[in-house]
């Protein structure tokens, strides 16, 4: 078996990651104090004004969305915000403080614009350094740095500088992690920790638990350390610092090895699984999944084991204690909607029914374990099923879940207007040349025909880094200026006020709210992460205060389109409905014709049911969906004419282990005698490509590849539904796993 790996094969040993060092590495600032002054969109502490828009969030002390016009001179505050191109300030969080006796603090990430012996400039921030600044990595200009100082005699002054690996991109792109484990390879300049291959450099600094100093030659095979490490641009982790720590204090569970993947060599004693080689010796179980005894010699390359064992420090072995052999499933099908029914054995999502059994793993969004008594008709799940070949679901996982819909629908004045951008209800909508824009007369127009002032309707995606891509614009006319409408996920609730898709939104007297059906119910009956549709207007002083907010009922759907009409796509029996409103887009999120979509290709669809299929009650099988957004990924399975049938050609198997938190293992086999142009990529559910991990040409056989669940500039991916497609030619087959972070 030919093994390609992607950079930073991560095995699942050792428990998880110590974690990320910070959780936003994006430029930035944040400043405490006391305001000093208010104006009709902005605020001053320290000398420092940042302006307030509609998408600045604000908060009381008990984190509660509050308006702008609350705050008042003499509060303190902490700001969180940022340095825009035009030289302002711009806050996009204000969280109102107890008075502590203590100096304010300030912090800045960015890229240093100045620098001399005595200060730095970081995001416009002018820092004072001192001989206490505590300083790790070289400064040098342009360099990516975080600051943390606080504010003495109204100059800020740095107590510690973080600055990004020398020669890097920046920081931004640089996260850095800890490992914590014994060294399990050492070569030239390259460690291998719980599976990290980490690449020690001129710049690492390595000592003792005492602070002693200590070179590489002094690292042996089997110590203990703890690696602060950055991932390079190629994708390499690049080691800042290398902890030796005493053997000592190493405790028992920091020993122990838990691994799943596929077994790549088999010898008399040993077997190697996602590149760890471990010993089997008379004290080693091995069973089935029915945890049926089995002996070594039943083990075969090509199996899916799961392996726990330990490594011994002293032998600098690792030895397994446990193997069982899993069975690899397939024909998956995975559904995320709202239970509409629940049976003694089964419940029905999105019009189809799944049966549950005693297997089926049920978690509500925290990942506690759930019966099927605890589910209740409304809560929005996402269904893990295996088609039978009866043609009916058996649920393997069914899991509770937070929603997120990515389209949002926003309609208002235009605020402000770029080349490439336009900001209606606060919201700055990015957009690609070629936009659909359609003026006040039907007619096509272009981005620069519109003006401020304008009222649109702005169709847009959000994607996952928060940014919102503006899909279709319409002008409108006859519309009063002062009235937005938006539809998004609810991503908080106060006691008069709720956040929606980033938007904060008051709710009065007059509010009218508004369930599935259109029956009355109170703010008090709303959830997080619900999909709503609010209708508000834009009050002075105050915001935004909705007049009506309507919960909006949706799935998503992932798998083939078994039938396409001019007005319609069935995916799984679920029948989706296409109109004028719906957006198309390829894998690349570029917009596309319906017409241009066949039966056969894969596809995502993002989709809600009509008010009248919530006021009948229905809820069977053949419940039609009106389609909001559709993903096409690649080329339709079925009228391929290089061959006469897929499987013929390669088989891609399920990705083990599946869902996964730190790796997943992808495995494939080619036929044919000749070598194939192939092409293994990730997509996120919006269809952007997130990884490439295999493009070239491989020979026939069995070959497997390693998502270490990061993106092409080595960033964590977020949790969520991925895509695996292999092209092999013009074939193309695609496959689903879920990332749990």
């Not at 509409?340 to 999502?349: N, R």
Request: charged fraction near 20%; hydrophobic fraction near 40%; proline fraction near 4%.
């Amino acid at each position: 078996m030919q093994r390609i790996a992607t950079t930073l094969a991560v095995a699942l040993l050792l428990g998880l990651l110590a974690g990320t060092a910070r959780a936003d590495d994006r430029p930035g600032v944040s400043l405490e104090g006391t305001v000093e002054a208010i104006g009709e969109a902005d605020l001053t502490l320290h000398g420092v004004t940042f302006r307030v828009t509609a998408l600045t969030r604000i908060y009381n002390t008990m984190e509660q969305p509050i308006p702008f016009g609350q705050l008042t001179v003499g509060q303190r505050v902490e700001i969180e915000g940022y340095l825009g191109s035009d030289g302002f300030y711009y806050a996009h969080k204000i969280e109102l403080e107890h008075a502590e006796d203590r100096p304010d603090r300030v912090e800045a990430r960015g890229r240093i614009h100045a620098l001399s012996e005595d200060s730095l400039v970081v995001q416009g921030f002018t820092f004072w350094l001192t001989t206490q600044t505590e300083i790790e990595g070289e400064l040098a200009l342009g360099r990516y740095v975080e600051v943390e100082g606080e504010v003495q005699n109204e100059q800020f002054i740095a107590l510690r500088i973080e600055a990004g690996m020398p020669g890097g991109e920046g920081g931004e792109d640089l996260p850095e992690i800890e490992i914590t484990g014994p060294i399990l390879q050492l070569q030239d300049s390259v460690l291998v920790v719980r599976d990290f291959r980490i690449r020690v450099t001129a710049h690492t600094r390595i000592h003792g638990e005492e602070d002693q100093a200590l070179t590489l030659a002094d690292l042996q095979v089997g110590m203990l350390v703890e690696v602060k490490a950055r991932i390079g641009q190629d994708g390499q982790l690049l080691a800042t610092e290398i902890e030796v720590k005493n053997e000592a204090h190493v405790e028992v569970h920091r020993r122990k090895v838990e691994i799943k993947g596929f077994i790549r060599t088999l010898t008399d004693s040993t077997l190697t699984v996602g590149g760890l080689t471990f010993r089997v010796t008379n004290l080693t179980r091995i069973h089935g999944e029915d945890d049926q005894l089995l002996s070594f010699t039943d083990l075969q390359v090509g199996q899916f084991v799961e392996v726990k064992g330990y490594f011994d420090l002293r032998h600098r072995l690792l030895f397994a204690l446990e193997i069982e052999v899993e069975e690899v499933e397939q024909h998956e099908f995975e559904l995320v909607g709202r239970i509409e029914a629940i049976g003694g054995d089964s419940l029905v999502v999105g019009g189809l029914t799944f049966r549950v059994n005693n297997n089926t793993v049920i978690e509500d969004a925290w990942d506690r374990p759930l019966t099927l008594a605890d589910l209740q008709v409304g809560m929005l799940v996402k269904v893990k099923a295996l088609i039978q070949p009866d043609g009916t679901l058996l649920a393997t996982k069914i899991k509770v879940r937070k929603a997120f819909h990515p389209v949002v629908d926003v309609r208002g004045p235009i605020e402000a207007l770029t080349d490439s951008t336009l900001t209606v209800a606060g919201l700055v909508f990015h957009a690609r040349p070629g936009v659909y824009v359609i003026d006040a007369q039907g007619q096509q127009a272009t981005l620069s025909d519109l003006q401020v002032g304008t009222v649109v309707r702005v169709r847009a995606v959000v994607h996952p880094d928060g940014t919102y891509w503006a899909m279709r614009i319409r002008v409108l006319t006859g519309e009063d200026a002062q009235e937005v409408e938006f539809k998004g996920t609810i991503e908080a609730l106060g006691a008069d006020s709720l956040i929606v898709a980033g938007l904060t939104v008051f709710v009065d007297a007059n509010t009218q709210i508004l369930a599935h059906d259109g029956t009355p119910i109170t703010l008090a009956d709303l959830q997080t992460g619900q999909i709503v549709e609010v209708k508000a207007t834009i009050q002075p002083g105050l915001g935004l205060v909705a007049l009506e907010i309507k919960l909006e009922d949706f799935v998503a759907a992932t798998g083939q389109a078994d039938s396409v009409r001019a007005d319609a796509v069935v995916v799984q029996q679920m029948t989706f409905l296409i109109d004028a409103q719906t957006v198309v887009v390829d894998e690349q999120q570029r917009p596309i014709a319906w017409s241009d979509v066949q039966a056969g290709q894969q596809v995502i669809v993002y989709g809600r049911r009509p008010a009248s299929a919530g006021k009948t009650g229905a809820t069977t099988a053949g419940t039609t969906y009106t389609a909001d957004y559709v993903t096409v990924l690649g080329t339709p399975s079925t009228t391929t004419t290089e061959a006469p049938a897929l499987p013929g050609t390669f088989e891609l198997a399920p990705s083990y282990p599946n869902p996964f938190r730190q790796q997943t293992t992808i495995r494939f086999t080619l036929s044919g005698t000749a070598p194939q142009p192939v092409t293994l990529e990730i997509y996120n559910v919006l269809g952007q490509r997130v990884r490439t991990l295999v493009q070239g040409m491989l020979s026939p056989g069995q070959h497997e590849a390693i998502w270490d669940a990061t993106d092409e500039a080595g960033r964590p991916a977020a949790s969520g539904l991925y895509l695996y497609r292999l092209r092999v030619g013009n074939q193309v087959q695609t496959r689903s796993m879920v990332l749990m972070r």
